[in-house]
């Protein structure tokens, strides 16, 4: 199978994988960060097959709805690629990509394996971009839906700097999502592209949050 077919392929599979999942990690997140991918890969030096694929399955399992597992999103895609008769060492790369793509795996200090590779560099950028911005907030509030969280509590303040596990088991507002996570990830882009775009995204979630206290406070 040629690397075009193999790409075909995959959107297939990833599709219907993922039917029927929640709104914020649905097929169309993943064709967004396919395509931010693709953007971003254009300005730095990755092999553009590894950045496809990797977009493509980077939350083919992700833990958070698998209870918590974190070995399935690698294993799941190791299965299909080996199917598809990928070599070993692309395998390999996608695994880790998935692994190490993640917000939460950025947090955990005993992690001491820490893979890097340009191709996840670039995959990341694009994911986090998702998190950013109007489609961010979307997706921040369809999650908390998902999770039955409030939407705000001015008695719960947000924590920063939380480590692995209490992120994970964070039952906070989803409005604390923003200082926990969304409005971190413009000083944590890796590329040149993917700072520029996060720049914008970050500021309309600024403006966003004035107008939600505005409004929560009466102000109009
Ligand atoms: P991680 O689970 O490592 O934070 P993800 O990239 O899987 O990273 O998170 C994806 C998206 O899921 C977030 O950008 C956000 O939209 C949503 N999400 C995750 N955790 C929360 C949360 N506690 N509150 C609201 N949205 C969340
Ligand atoms: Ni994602």
């Given at each position: 199978?040629?690397?075009?077919?193999?790409?075909?392929?995959?959107?297939?599979?990833?599709?219907?994988?993922l039917?029927?999942?929640?709104?914020?990690?649905?097929?169309?997140h993943i064709?967004?960060?396919y395509?931010?991918?693709?953007?971003?890969?254009k300005?730095e030096?990755?092999?553009?097959?590894?950045?496809?694929?990797?977009a493509l399955l980077?939350?083919?399992?992700?833990?958070?709805?698998?209870?918590?597992?974190e070995?399935?999103?690698?294993?799941k895609?190791?299965?299909?690629?080996?199917?598809?008769?990928?070599?070993?060492?692309?395998?390999?790369?996608?695994?880790?990509?998935i692994?190490?793509?993640s917000?939460?795996?950025?947090?955990?200090?005993?992690?001491?394996s820490?893979?890097?590779s340009?191709?996840l560099?670039v995959?990341?950028?694009?994911?986090?971009?998702?998190?950013?911005?109007?489609?961010g907030?979307?997706?921040?509030?369809?999650?908390?839906?998902?999770?039955?969280?409030?939407?705000?509590?001015?008695?719960?303040p947000?924590?920063?700097?939380?480590?692995k596990?209490?992120?994970?088991?964070?039952?906070?507002?989803?409005?604390?999502?923003?200082?926990?996570?969304?409005?971190?990830?413009?000083?944590?882009?890796?590329?040149?592209?993917?700072?520029?775009?996060?720049?914008?995204?970050?500021?309309?979630?600024?403006?966003?949050?004035?107008?939600?206290?505005?409004?929560?406070?009466?102000?109009?």
């Amino acid at each position: 199978m040629d690397k075009k077919e193999l790409i075909a392929v995959t959107i297939n599979f990833v599709k219907e994988t993922l039917r029927g999942a929640e709104g914020g990690h649905d097929w169309y997140h993943i064709e967004r960060v396919y395509e931010n991918a693709k953007l971003i890969a254009k300005g730095e030096d990755v092999d553009t097959f590894i950045v496809e694929l990797g977009a493509l399955l980077h939350d083919i399992a992700d833990a958070k709805f698998h209870e918590g597992d974190e070995t399935i999103g690698p294993k799941k895609a190791a299965d299909f690629l080996r199917k598809m008769k990928v070599e070993e060492e692309i395998i390999d790369h996608i695994q880790n990509i998935i692994k190490y793509v993640s917000f939460k795996t950025s947090l955990d200090t005993e992690d001491q394996s820490k893979f890097e590779s340009n191709e996840l560099k670039v995959i990341q950028d694009a994911d986090r971009l998702d998190a950013l911005g109007a489609i961010g907030i979307a997706r921040a509030f369809n999650y908390g839906g998902y999770k039955n969280r409030s939407l705000y509590d001015p008695k719960v303040p947000p924590l920063v700097n939380q480590d692995k596990e209490s992120y994970k088991n964070s039952q906070a507002p989803t409005i604390n999502h923003f200082y926990e996570k969304l409005l971190l990830l413009k000083d944590k882009m890796n590329t040149k592209t993917g700072r520029n775009l996060a720049q914008k995204r970050h500021e309309f979630m600024q403006t966003y949050l004035n107008q939600f206290y505005d409004e929560w406070n009466g102000i109009r």
